[in-house]
T-cell receptor
């Protein structure tokens, strides 16, 4: 019951910005957009989340469209260590459902 | 903060044997999650707890799987009897309310 759509793979040159898109056209008003990544052989790592405003932290920026039907994760200066599978997930806050359901994600390959 | 600690890192066992995977969540996190990852099925949520109480175990594949959380600092996932199709990486994650998960490094289980 994937609620997000991501491209299966993307490439990016080292030092350039990586822009990872995600479609979530059926998102509900109380659902947040979360991004995680999984570097090979490691557990997934939380990156950022947001509701409708753009968000930025030390790892990345999250841009959510005004209609909230899509978002973009931006890694401003990609490094080789950013090569990973990136997952976009929608999730409610509050209530009793705290599950994160992972789809297939986007394999980002950062090339030297 | 040592993060989420899982043990063992690797487990090789023979079919039919009992396997116990262990997890120590981050202190103060209300939620604990068990996931399984395989190439075929990706990351699947098996069960999650809130304040040591199981909330949703709908992802537990069969009665051979059981999970407990006797206190806020410890959880186990048990498989009895184990089968080759249980071979996977099992991740534990913990989370405070309405925030991102922190995953452990995982236990790679091989059933021969």
């Amino acid at each position: 019951d994937a609620k997000t759509t991501q491209p299966p793979s993307m490439d990016c040159a080292e030092g350039r910005a990586a822009n990872l898109p995600c479609n979530h056209s059926t998102i509900s008003g109380n659902e947040y957009v979360y991004w995680y990544r999984q570097i090979h052989s490691q557990g997934p790592q939380y990156i950022i989340h947001g509701l409708k405003n753009n968000e930025t932290n030390e790892m990345a920026s999250l841009i959510i469209t005004e209609d909230r039907k899509s978002s973009t994760l931006i890694l401003p200066h990609a490094t080789l260590r950013d090569t990973a599978v990136y997952y976009c997930i929608v999730r409610v806050h509050g209530g009793s459902n705290y599950k994160l359901t992972f789809g297939k994600g986007t394999l980002l390959t950062v090339n030297p | 903060d040592a993060g989420v600690i899982q043990s063992p890192r690797h487990e090789v066992t023979e079919m039919g044997q009992e396997v116990t995977l262990r997890c120590k969540p981050i202190s103060g996190h209300d939620y604990l999650f068990w996931y399984r990852q395989t190439m075929m099925r990706g990351l699947e949520l098996l069960i999650y707890f809130n304040n040591n109480v199981p909330i949703d175990d709908s992802g537990m594949p069969e009665d051979r799987f059981s999970a407990k959380m006797p206190n806020a600092s410890f959880s186990t996932l048990k498989i009895q009897p184990s089968e080759p199709r249980d071979s996977a990486v099992y991740f534990c994650a913990s989370s405070p309310t309405n925030y991102g998960y922190t995953f452990g490094s995982g236990t790679r289980l091989t059933v021969v």
